[in-house]
């Protein structure tokens, strides 16, 4: 018998086979390879350009010296910082290799088969996810024309079987953030059993802008609503991959249970702590990003293309022809911006701020590929 016949009875459940694996944006490396381009600006994932936290660096180097040691599993340090600097009790914490890693605990966690998963579409991937490795029944609600999440119909779609409400704010791939008032009326309206959650990767961003709402109040209100933020945007830490959830302390506790010992490494631990202290890192990631947002929104608008408006650190484009043809030519000019069947939106590109050299490069390419 042939030693790998056995292998042929191994079988998968249906919900892990219609499972989409994670495309990410084309590297620099990749892209090289197969345009034999040298130069090339990447514009596709949302990092931040200016690089890591200067403190963060200084913190992973001093901390390279302890590798051999595993890490603090409860990341007291980073739990400590905070806990103050959220005025949250620490127990309401949670940690993750990434903040999609706590959206995976979370489905993990709490749901079951038949529970459903409510979500707007288009949005970030591994809410759908979530629902399909826990074999939950998904409930997709498309976004308003103007790519706004119509929290109406959302509603709407609330029964008893609801356990997670996944909302971005901003939302990607589109950029648009959610009022206060009107988050506040779908809060409302959640039921009992049913778990919003609201994912802040971008809240540096956000966070001044009129309007942007005050989530963290709810989880002090003990409100079921879990409040997802990220070192890797703002703080330019992608590369180590720490997250982490703010919730009720009987969610958390939960989480706790279900997550991996050590999921978030020494390095992570010790850069996300020292750059919450770098504010003036922060200021200026926060402050030129926006200054470069509106100045390339108004150079996209000029040449008769739209963009959302967009409270992140990406800009969403109708290049009003085939988005996909549109990327690939600017990818040949070394311009590496994210296009994707699952962002539906067929004439659209996703363009991370760069920095002002990168932005005036971006335009200019992209006035010659309109042309």
Known sequence: MNKTEPLALLTVSPNIERLQPYVPGKSAEEVQKEFGLDNLIKLASNENPFGP???????????AKRLHLYPDASANLLRDALAKKLNVSSNCLVFGN??????????????????????????????????????????????????????????????????????????NPTGVMLQSSHLENFVQK?????????DEAYYEFAADTPGYPNAIQWVQQNRN????????????????????GVM?????????????????????????AAALNDTEYLSHTVQTTAAERSMMTNEVLAMGLSCTPSAANFLWIDTKRDGNMVANALMRQGV???????????????????TPQENQRFLQALRTVIA
Do not use: C
């Open 98 to 171: 990434g903040s999609d890693d706590i959206i995976h605990l979370l489905g993990i966690t709490f749901l079951q088969p038949d529970d459903e998963v409510l979500v707007g579409v288009p949005s970030f991937v591994r809410y759908f996810a979530a629902a399909d490795l826990n074999n939950a029944s998904l409930v997709e609600v498309p976004l308003t024309p103007s790519w706004e999440y119509n929290l109406d119909a959302m509603a709407e779609k609330l029964t008893e079987r609801t356990r997670l409400v996944f909302l971005a704010n901003p939302n």
């Open 225 to 244: 609503v879990a409040v997802l933020r990220t070192f890797s945007k703002a703080y330019g830490l992608a590369g180590l991959r720490i997250g982490y």
């Open 248 to 272: 009720p302390k009987r969610i958390a506790h939960w989480l706790e249970r279900t997550r991996e010992p050590f999921n978030v490494n020494s390095l992570a631990q010790a850069a996300a």
């Open 190 to 198: 959640l039921p009992e059993n049913a778990l919003l959650v609201l």
């Open 336 to 354: 590496i911006v994210r296009y994707s069947n699952g962002f539906h939106g067929p004439t659209h590109i996703r363009v991370s701020i760069g």
């Open 53 to 63: 936290s200067p403190r963060a660096v200084e913190a992973v180097t001093s901390m």
